[in-house]
């Protein structure tokens, strides 16, 4: 556990990180923009490295403490959390995970200081919810391992300089292995994506890998273990979606009371007609339930963390975070429906939060597990191993 006053600590600094983000990230999303002050503004904070341990620069935090920060960066937007999940939850997590003591050395230190931006790039164009179906390749040639093939969809993907990437051994005969690749290196190229629907403000891309050198000292984990590290990142990086759908929810409850407490019609203010407290009640109560299951969700991966190689504490931290992942997600779209709705006209409207809100929390039912994977996941859990029906 982290200690109680560096968490206080931390979840100032994110607050104070937050107030000063806001309004350059509301005229970012209206002009419709990336944000290039997020990286400086989270530096200046010391943000950029909150799990990773100290002794390798960052905050330290737990796996609860981390979910807190995520939440209050989640009420400034989906695309600003995401900024987070992709180089921490994602990126950070598995280097420090499965890393090498010289691998950490390398890139945390760096990372946590802003210097290396971090990215995950599992998905291709052709394997989504069944990432065994990529296409990429390595083979190994003397002194580096040569990488083919092409991610997809890959948040912070056109501004990391490092990426945790997957690839199968060339005829795709064996594993998947995981490297990290730098991508300053000849044979690196990104595109950015930008006809998406929501998220403006946040970079997603996609990159080619095209005969991309990579020592063989940037081989992450063993050889063939690369599936094992991927989905043991995603529960990490479920949480962290988990999370910041609480802070959704929250942001779009406090924009609610406020507004209706100040919009009058029919002679009363809003908040006095039936329907609109329907709404109200209804924001609540999924706040609640999804803030007892990210906790939960975060109590039982830090428990897992405690106990390493404990097979039982890992899969329940897995199933949580599945579970609190899927609810929190569904949840958070519901109120910001809702709360678009209690704007009316305004709600619809980008200038105000709960529309923007709207568009951007739809992407975490899609992202590390869509709706459907994670409730075969939860079936099965529940059913028993052999129902699994996504094998
Ligand atoms: C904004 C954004 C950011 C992202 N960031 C990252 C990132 O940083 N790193 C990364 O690696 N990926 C990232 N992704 C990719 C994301 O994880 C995938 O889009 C997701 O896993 C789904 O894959 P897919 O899009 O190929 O859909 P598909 O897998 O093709 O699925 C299409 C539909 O079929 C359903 N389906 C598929 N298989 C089954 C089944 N067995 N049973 C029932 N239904 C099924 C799915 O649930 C879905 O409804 C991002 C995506 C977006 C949109």
């Keep these: 556990m982290m200690p109680a006053a560096d968490a206080e600590k931390l979840l100032a600094d994110v607050e104070a990180f937050c107030q000063e983000l806001r309004p350059i990230e509301e005229l970012c999303y209206v002009e419709h923009r990336y944000n ?65 003591e010289e691998q950490k050395r390398r890139y945390l230190p760096a990372a946590c200081r802003g210097e290396k931006i971090l990215a995950f790039g599992l998905t291709e164009p052709e394997a989504g919810s069944n990432p065994l179906e990529m296409r990429s390749t390595y083979e190994r040639r003397g002194d580096h391992f040569v990488l083919n093939g092409v991610k997809y969809l890959i ?19 064996g594993r998947i292995s995981a490297f990290l690749i730098d991508t300053d290196q000849p044979g690196f190229q990104s595109e950015d994506l930008t006809a998406k629907m929501g998220m403006p403000t946040a970079n997603t891309a996609m990159f080619e890998m095209t005969n991309l050198k990579v020592p063989l000292a940037n081989l992450l984990g063993e050889e063939g273990e690369g599936f094992r590290i991927a989905m043991g990142t995603l529960i990490s990086g479920r949480i962290s ?55 939960r969700a975060a109590e039982a991966k830090d428990a897992s963390a405690a106990h390493p190689g404990d097979a039982k504490r ?14 929190a997600s569904q949840a958070a779209w519901d109120a910001a429906d809702r709360a678009v709705q209690v704007f009316g006209g305004r709600g619809w409207s980008t200038l105000y ?5 709207l568009q951007d929390v739809r992407v975490c039912r899609i992202y590390e597990g869509t709706d459907e994977i994670l409730k075969l996941k939860i079936a099965a859990a529940v059913l028993g191993k052999e129902y699994e029906a996504y094998r």
Excluded at 81 to 86: L, Q
Excluded at 164 to 169: E, G, K, M, R
Excluded at 353 to 357: D, F, Q, T, V, W
């Design 36 to 100: 290039d002050q997020l990286v400086p503004l989270a530096r200046k904070h010391d943000l950029l490295g909150m799990v990773v341990p100290p002794a390798y620069g960052g905050r330290g935090a737990d796996t609860v403490t981390y979910a807190r920060a995520l939440a209050r960066i989640g009420r400034e937007g989906t695309g600003v959390r995401t900024f987070f999940s992709g180089h921490t939850s994602i990126g950070e997590y598995p280097i420090m995970t499965w890393g090498t």
């Design 155 to 173: 948040s912070n993907g056109g501004i990391a300089t490092t990426i945790v990437t997957f690839a199968y051994p060339a005829g795709r005969q």
């Design 353 to 357: 939060r709960p529309g923007r809100h």
């Design 241 to 295: 979606v988990a999370a910041g759908c609480l802070g959704v929810i929250e942001d779009c409850l406090a924009e609610v009371v406020r507004y209706a407490q100040e919009r009058s019609q029919h002679g009363k203010a809003i908040g006095r007609h039936q329907l609109v407290q329907e709404h109200i009640a209804a924001i609540e109560m999924d706040r609640l339930a999804t803030e007892a299951l990210v906790l």
């Design 314 to 327: 890992h899969a329940q931290a897995e199933l949580l975070a599945a579970q609190a992942k899927l609810y």
